[in-house]
């Protein structure tokens, strides 16, 4: 399970709200552009951040497996579906693959992996409590409310991924495309009930945004 690792880098010792704009620069760039070279300087700039930070690479792999399941199926679907169509690179069951759509879904694979790879970052270099205390200088409180529950939300979805996961391969489900439909699924039904449950319990507690 995620967690926060103490270690004496210099990405410990960033103020939460920097490492924290950012990331969140980094996803935005992300997001905003396609370019593959692009796309892999900022793959490899939060791969140096994880190294610089000392980080377990079993704990963080393991809150990225998601993304990793998704980036080759993404990069592969690219080849075959992409519009712009210069010349094949390969051919399966009289589907082509070409070089143009290949080269977008590599970016999309990229784009996946940065941002499976940055939420821990942030997540194991800081604690909870100073991520909040750092934000409520600059943010209203409503504000730095939801930041710190979807930051603390993060680790409860990654254990129900890991419960899923162990209760399907127990029924002997294999990892193919159904897998990730059995995990999915259940994972976005625990999602749903327990943000009513949230909702419920603030409105019991006369919670407001104003």
């Not at 990405?11 to 490492?19: D, E, G, I, Y």
């Not at 009289?94 to 941002?115: D, E, N, P, V």
């Amino acid at each position: 399970m995620i967690r926060y690792c103490r270690r004496e880098t210099l990405v410990h010792k960033l103020s939460p709200t920097t490492k924290l704009a950012l990331v969140l620069g980094i996803l935005l760039v992300s997001i905003l552009f396609v370019d593959l070279r692009l796309q892999l300087f900022l793959f490899l700039l939060v791969l140096f951040l994880i190294l610089l930070a000392r980080l377990p690479w079993n704990e963080v792999l393991g809150f990225a497996g998601l993304f990793l399941m998704l980036a080759f199926p993404v990069a592969l679907l690219q080849g075959f579906v992409y519009p712009l169509k210069d010349y094949v690179v390969f051919e399966i069951f009289g589907l082509k693959a070409y070089h143009s759509g290949l080269l977008f879904g590599l970016a999309i694979a990229l784009r996946l992996l940065t941002i499976g790879l940055a939420t821990p970052l942030v997540l194991m270099t800081t604690r909870v409590g100073e991520l909040a205390e750092s934000l409520r200088r600059h943010l209203p409180d409503y504000l730095v409310f939801g930041l710190v529950l979807a930051f603390r939300f993060i680790p409860l979805f990654e254990e129900s991924i890991r419960k899923i996961r162990m209760a399907q391969e127990a029924r002997g489900a294999k990892k193919d495309f159904h897998y990730l439909i059995l995990l999915l699924v259940p994972l976005f039904a625990r999602a749903l009930k327990r943000s009513t449950v949230l909702a419920r319990s603030l409105e019991s507690k006369g919670f407001r945004v104003s």
